[in-house]
C-alpha cells in the first residue's frame, strides 16, 4: 500500500502532547495550515521537517512535493486535537489502518474541551 503511517509525525506528535503543545478546541477547516503556511514553512524549515507535520505518505509520490504527506495534524506549532480527529477519520474512510490507529492513539492523550 503506498500510503504508509510516517513515524517521524507520529513521534513528532507525542512529543509536543508530551510538553502540553496541543489545541483542544479548534475549527481544522479553519486551523489547518494554507497553501501559503505551508510554502513558508518549507522554505524556513525544509521537507524533513514539513514531513513531520503529517501522519502519513504517500510512497507513490515523488520525495520532496507536497503530494507526498498525508494526514496533518497541526499548525507548525501545535497539534491540533480537530487535525487528529480529521486524520482519523479520513483514514478508516480510506482503510488506512495503522493511520487510523496512530491518529486514535493520540487522541487518547488530548482532553476533549
Known amino acids: 500500500m503506498p500510503v504508509q503511517l510516517n ?3 507520529r513521534d513528532h506528535a507525542r512529543d509536543l502532547i508530551d510538553k ?3 489545541v ?3 475549527d481544522w477547516s479553519e ?4 497553501p501559503g503556511d505551508e510554502n513558508d514553512f518549507l522554505e524556513r524549515n525544509g521537507w524533513e521537517a514539513y514531513a513531520r507535520w503529517h501522519l502519513a505518505e504517500d ?3 515523488s520525495e520532496e512535493t507536497k503530494g507526498r504527506y498525508k494526514f496533518p495534524f497541526g499548525d507548525f506549532r501545535r497539534v491540533h486535537r480537530s487535525g487528529l480527529v480529521a486524520a482519523k477519520q479520513r483514514a478508516g474512510e480510506w482503510d488506512y489502518g495503522d493511520v487510523e490507529a496512530a491518529a486514535d492513539a493520540l487522541l487518547q492523550d488530548v ?3
Open 7 to 9: 513515524p517521524s509525525g
Open 20 to 22: 502540553d503543545q496541543y
Open 24 to 26: 483542544k478546541g479548534s
Open 31 to 34: 486551523a489547518q495550515p494554507s
Open 59 to 61: 510512497t507513490d509520490e
Open 111 to 113: 482532553p476533549a474541551d
